[in-house]
């Protein structure tokens, strides 16, 4: 089946430890989104890529970076997490700027210890 | 600018009774509107979506939901409840940033199913 897998499902890092998180897609679309998700929250969109074409949420912080190699994976980086970065990490796509339907992975919980 | 307005944070059923989850938008252009369930510890799964035509719309699991433009609502409802549809509740509506488009979310309903 078609869909977006996030790897890992959980991942602990120390205070200030560069950490990666993973996305990846079957599904060939061409636009990938990053959101953020604290507990009881909304999901909040850091950035997407449209392709290669990369587009920064205007507040998200300059501590989060992305990297898409390809069209099917894509990266986030935090270069030094903060205890208010622990959260829900969500991966969607989308098939192109006209579709308007997400689809998202199941989520990378990341712990700040 | 757009934005979403879920009315109860909390709402709290019986087994076998209605459902009914608010979704109120506000929208400069015609709007893309979504309803999404998060399970714990899950990501998003769409249940339905309203982009244009038929005003009721039906989606997974018994889940519709009715697009009312006079009132700028779109509600969610299912006749019966079951104990698996505990979960949380997200309406969004879609708009144009860049070149993709991006969902504005409300800030999400608990549904509790009690027996």
């Known amino acids: 089946d078609a869909m977006v897998i996030q790897n890992p499902r959980y991942q602990v890092t120390q205070f200030g430890k560069p950490v990666t998180l993973s996305c990846s897609q079957t599904?060939?679309?061409?636009?990938m989104y990053w959101y953020q998700q604290k507990s009881s929250q909304a999901p909040k969109l850091l950035f997407h890529?449209?392709?290669?074409?990369?587009?920064n949420e205007a507040d998200t912080p300059d501590n989060f970076q992305s990297r898409r190699p390809n069209t099917s994976f894509c990266f986030l980086d935090i270069r030094s997490p903060g205890l208010g970065d622990a959260a829900m990490y969500l991966c969607?796509?989308?098939?192109?700027?006209?579709?308007?339907?997400?689809?998202f992975g199941p989520g990378t919980r990341l712990t700040v210890l | 600018a757009q934005s979403v307005t879920q009315l109860g944070s909390h709402v709290s059923v019986s087994e076998g009774a209605l459902v009914l989850l608010r979704c109120n938008y506000s929208?400069?252009?015609?709007?893309?509107l979504f309803w999404y369930v998060q399970y714990p510890n899950q990501g998003l799964q769409l249940l339905l979506k309203?982009?244009?035509?038929?005003?009721l719309v039906k989606g997974i699991n018994g889940f519709e939901a009715e697009f009312k433009k006079s009132e700028t609502s779109f509600h969610l409802t299912k006749p019966s409840a079951h104990m698996s549809d505990a979960a949380e509740y997200f309406c969004?509506?879609?708009?144009?940033?860049?070149?993709?488009?991006?969902?504005?979310f409300g800030t999400g309903t608990r549904l509790q199913v009690t027996l």
């Open positions: 969607a796509t989308s098939r192109d700027h006209v579709s308007n339907e997400q689809f």
């Open positions: 599904l060939n679309h061409n636009v």
């Open positions: 890529y449209y392709d290669k074409d990369f587009n």
């Open positions: 929208s400069s252009v015609p709007p893309y």
């Open positions: 309203y982009t244009t035509g038929a005003t």
């Open positions: 969004a509506v879609s708009g144009r940033t860049g070149t993709a488009s991006k969902l504005t």
